[in-house]
């Protein structure tokens, strides 16, 4: 049994699991970028330091998902996912950020639909606390646009 392959146990193989690391890291660096250019918004004052935090937040995920990434022998996607150009396009900065919260609530749903399927237990670890940070972000967001 310990020596079943991973697929055949119902587990995600390394091409699925890279795949999804890949698609999160463009997301969260999405994420990050999008924050970083909100807190220059003229009316970002009074969400500045919700802003920074959860920017600070998607830069430590991007960090870890390159780090996962290159643990796997895998090259980390450069790129920045499409949801930097849609959530820039949208000017009011509280529509944004109720924009960014869709997007943290996609993140989360992906990680539960992976997490059941991620054998290594170190990596598990990190992205079940991904998701809980993601649940947490979306928390604070909705409880500052009140």
């Given amino acids: 049994m310990r020596e079943a392959d991973d697929v055949y146990m119902g587990f995600a193989g390394q091409?699925?699991?890279?795949k999804l690391l890949n698609e999160l890291l463009e997301a969260e660096r999405a994420g990050a970028r999008v924050l970083a250019e909100s807190c220059r918004h003229r009316g970002a004052a009074a969400?500045?330091?919700?802003?920074?935090?959860?920017?600070?937040?998607?830069a430590q995920w991007?960090?870890?998902?390159?780090?996962?990434?290159?643990?796997?022998?895998?090259?980390?996607?450069?790129?920045?996912?499409?949801?930097?150009?849609?959530a820039m396009a949208i000017a009011d900065l509280k529509e944004r950020l109720v924009f960014v919260n869709r997007s943290q609530a996609w993140v989360?749903?992906?990680l539960r639909e992976m997490l059941p399927r991620v054998?290594?237990?170190?990596l598990h670890a990190k992205l079940d606390e991904m998701r809980r940070s993601h649940e947490g972000n979306i928390t604070l967001v909705d409880g500052s646009l009140r």
């Fill in 15 to 18: 091409d699925e699991i890279v």
């Fill in 108 to 110: 989360v749903r992906r």
């Fill in 47 to 58: 969400l500045h330091d919700l802003l920074r935090r959860i920017e600070r937040d998607e």
């Fill in 119 to 122: 054998r290594d237990d170190a």
């Fill in 62 to 86: 991007c960090a870890m998902l390159h780090a996962q990434l290159e643990l796997l022998g895998a090259t980390p996607s450069p790129r920045i996912g499409a949801f930097h150009a849609k």
